[in-house]
């Protein structure tokens, strides 16, 4: 079981793939990205960017010019997932450790989970199970990342509030890797917390993101005018209730009434959710990761969704309309 991260992998080396990326590189690591395009050849020509520091780093647009690494750090948006797992295979070698870090529901929601839901395939975010295929559920960790970050240009990550990543096995274990894993990222800077049930910290943050984020996609509003208007309000809360109800059938329950977490949220002040970013830049939302995901967990536990539901048509009707879907 490997416990030495120093060589690392980025795949998907946008704001929040750079950020991580940037941050190992700085405290040591040999930081390697599989990039494309524009971004590919900004961090061959002028390397890796945060705020004042840049980082060398080797980049290319095929796995096999990077070879395996002890560390790769998945932070694709969920609806480019499956292809680029696909091409992935040369980074991952029997003791690498693929560390999940994106919004939404993962497919490896159900691996380790126990119960009756164990190693559960979930249709709305591997429908084929080609992820599960490209990935092996051994080498993966989970992540859940709590920061904002953008990228001002191809390479050049800005990071705005924030700094926390929790992570934690699937099976809830607290092994030797994920043990030296978070060593790692807290000497890196970051707010780490080793998780003994990680889905519930997915879960949490699935619970937020999944109605600001198609609400703002839809309305074009940001998070503050969302939740204050009262009407648009309750209708959140109510989504919110169907996925506390299904937490609970399932194992995680959230303590919390969504009136906790509205202010939460309104504490962050006005911003714009990354699903309007993805609408505004005319690229795919993550929607069945965030939404969709949801309504067949209702399907599978017996529970009753009708806000969800109109919230899923709607964000989903909007987003074919636009060819984001």
Aim: negative net charge; charged residues 15%; proline residues 4%.
């Amino acid at each position: 079981m490997n416990t030495d991260f120093s060589r690392v992998g980025i795949v998907g080396c946008g704001a929040i793939g750079g950020w991580i990326g940037a941050k190992l590189a700085e405290a040591g690591c040999t930081v390697s990205v599989l990039a494309r395009g524009a971004t590919l050849t900004a961090l061959q020509t002028q390397g890796l960017r945060l705020g004042t520091t840049q980082h060398a780093v080797a980049a290319s647009a095929q796995a096999s010019d990077l070879g395996v690494q002890d560390l790769v750090v998945v932070a694709v948006k969920a609806p480019a997932l499956a292809e680029v797992a696909s091409q992935m295979g040369p980074l991952i070698g029997p003791d690498t450790v693929v560390l999940t870090a994106m919004n939404g529901v993962p497919w490896w929601f159900f691996q380790g989970f126990g119960g009756t839901w164990e190693g559960h395939q979930l249709q709305a975010v591997d429908p084929n199970g080609e992820i599960a295929a490209s990935i092996p559920a051994k080498n993966v960790i989970g992540c859940v990342v709590h920061a904002s970050c953008s990228v001002d240009a191809p390479g050049v990550i800005r990071h705005h509030f924030g700094n926390g990543l929790i992570i934690g096995e699937p099976s809830g274990q607290a092994t030797p890797r994920v043990q030296a894993l978070g060593e790692l990222l807290t000497r890196a800077g970051f707010a780490t917390t080793v998780s003994a049930q990680i889905q519930k910290d997915v879960w949490y943050k699935l619970w937020g993101n999944m109605t600001v984020n198609p609400i703002s996609a839809l309305t074009g509003a940001t998070t503050d005018l969302i939740l204050g208007d009262p009407l648009v309000r309750e209708f959140v809360s109510r989504v919110m209730l169907e996925a506390k109800e299904i937490g609970a059938h399932i194992g995680i329950p959230i303590a919390q009434e969504p009136e906790d977490r509205h202010q939460v949220t309104i504490k962050l002040g006005a911003f714009k959710t990354s699903m309007l970013q993805d609408v505004e830049a005319g690229k795919a939302i993550e929607l069945d990761a965030l939404v969709t995901v949801v309504k067949e967990l209702g399907t599978l536990t017996g529970a009753a969704t009708p806000f969800t539901n109109a919230l899923l048509g709607l964000s989903r009707l909007q987003a074919r309309v636009r060819g984001l879907y």
